[in-house]
């Protein structure tokens, strides 16, 4: 059993960058084959994919955010992270960390879930 949990700011200020991690219990993140990706939900709106990290390292953000995000890993603590830049009150969100079995960005073949961490951008 995969075992996911988002940990974080909750307050980032607009202009800054955003820095969550996904720590990662039950499977390497190195050897289990799957995307792990973050995930984000708007208020009222639905789930947006923002990117993943496959277990070889390659890395794969959504075309709308690829310019200001960045999806790395520490091995030795099984972690992933994600560093979204130049942070706008439209980044306000609940994020998620998620398994993902393939890596086609249009499918939402996600597995397991974290519980998700409120971000709010706002001065």
């Known amino acids: 059993q995969v075992q996911l949990q988002e940990s974080g700011p909750g307050l980032v200020k607009p202009s800054q960058t955003l820095s969550l991690t996904c720590s990662v219990s039950?499977?390497?993140?190195?050897?289990?084959?799957?995307?792990w990706s973050w995930v984000r939900q708007p208020p009222g709106k639905g789930l947006e994919w923002i990117g993943y990290?496959?277990?070889?390292?390659?890395?794969y953000y959504s075309p709308s955010l690829e310019s200001r995000t960045s999806i790395s890993r520490d091995t030795s603590k099984n972690h992933f992270t994600l560093q979204l830049s130049s942070v706008t009150p439209e980044d306000t969100a609940v994020y998620y960390c998620?398994?993902?079995?393939?890596?086609?960005?249009?499918?939402?073949?996600?597995?397991?879930w974290g519980q998700g961490t409120q971000v709010t951008v706002s001065s």
């Open positions: 039950g499977d390497s993140i190195t050897t289990a084959h799957y995307y």
């Open positions: 990290i496959a277990h070889s390292g390659s890395s």
């Open positions: 998620a398994t993902k079995a393939s890596p086609i960005i249009t499918y939402g073949d996600f597995g397991s």
